[in-house]
């Protein structure tokens, strides 16, 4: 079975690259950079990741971040994910980042932005796979501060097909933002928001009916809400489901309690992604394994799942008749 996941083509569409930063590569780029970690070791870190909800572990991605400084650190970052994903036969990634997170510590947007996109390019001519980037925008932060991002990003527009929304889910609903995402639209960007993560499924609702979204990122609490199955069932509307992140930030006591097996089998158009792999034990492989070990998974639903990924991506629809 291992060998069957890990060769099944697939596509990955909820991936942070922030959250690829695994402790070795935070040590080497502090070191480079001269920054004073609140850790003395690598495992010193690992211990760290011991999350009880979704906030304990964005204080943590959000201070590991900081040794993100340089452009050459961004293409660091992303190049060491893409040589991850290729090992594991990704064969298209759509992968957030948060300009945020880094402009609020006086890093410019085109720092961050051109060495995570000279990786992508570089991923798909040296590696074969192709990438969309989604600007991801902060939800505890304001909307004029979303605003302020979003102008930052219009320069590089042709080369982010979509907006996204990330970061502390509960008191901070799509509808915020709604504004911001009307003017996205009007510039020519797609939207996806996470939602139903740790929040009540009116915000699945609110991401679908004001943000216009293409898909929803994790959705997994849509599993309360019997008419918005029935809705993400009729419209197809993809799930960007993270199971080994649910596990780890608590949205499910453990992976036999993970709701994906029930979401496939009602017809949704689930995908299985891997969030912020290093700080949540796994890549997409690991993830797919530890959903298919829990929930015993037939083959069938695992190529389903992956089919699901090519399906659910903003590939032309060219694209993804050749990759499925
Ligand atoms: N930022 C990085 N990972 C996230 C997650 N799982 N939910 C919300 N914001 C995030
Ligand atoms: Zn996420």
Redesign the pocket.
């Known amino acids: 079975m291992e060998k069957f996941i890990r060769d099944l083509p697939k596509a990955e569409l ?1 991936l ?1 690259i922030e959250g690829t930063l695994e402790p070795e590569m935070m040590f080497e780029l502090a070191q480079r950079n001269n920054i004073d970690l609140p850790y003395k070791s690598v495992s010193e870190v690992r211990d760290a990741y011991n999350f009880t909800d979704l906030q304990s572990f964005l204080d943590i991605y959000y201070q590991g971040s900081e040794v993100l400084q340089k452009e050459q650190d961004f293409y660091d970052l992303t190049w060491a994910y893409l040589e991850k994903a290729a090992s594991q036969n990704v064969r298209h990634t759509e992968i ?1 980042f948060d300009p945020q997170c880094h402009t609020s510590r006086g890093i410019a947007f085109e720092t961050v932005y051109q060495g995570i996109y000279q990786a992508l390019q570089d991923g798909q001519t040296k590696l074969g796979i192709s990438s969309n980037l989604i600007l991801s925008f902060l939800r505890d932060l304001s909307a004029e501060e979303a605003f302020a991002t979003l102008e930052q990003a219009l320069p590089y527009k042709d080369t982010i097909p979509a907006v996204g929304l ?1 970061s502390a889910e509960q008191g901070n609903p799509p509808s915020k933002f709604k504004e911001v995402f009307d003017r996205a639209q009007a510039e020519g960007f797609l939207t996806v928001a ?1 939602a139903g993560e740790e929040g009540p499924p009116e915000y699945i609702w609110e991401a679908i009916n004001l943000l216009k979204v293409s898909r929803i ?2 959705g997994v609490r849509s599993m309360e809400d019997p008419e918005l199955l029935d809705y993400l069932v009729d419209k197809q509307i993809p799930l960007t489901v ?1 199971p080994l ?1 649910n596990v780890e930030l608590k949205v499910f006591d453990s992976m036999a309690k993970h709701n994906l097996k029930k979401l496939l089998n009602l017809g949704i158009c689930a995908t299985v992604n891997s ?2 792999p290093s700080y949540f034990g796994g890549y997409i492989a690991e993830n797919y394994q530890a959903a298919q070990s829990a929930l015993d998974l037939t083959k069938q639903e695992l190529y389903q799942l992956a089919k699901n990924s090519f399906q659910a991506s903003f590939l032309s629809p060219e694209s993804k008749h050749k990759l499925i």
């Open positions: 909820h942070h957030f990330d996470h990122d994790h993270c992140s969030d912020d």
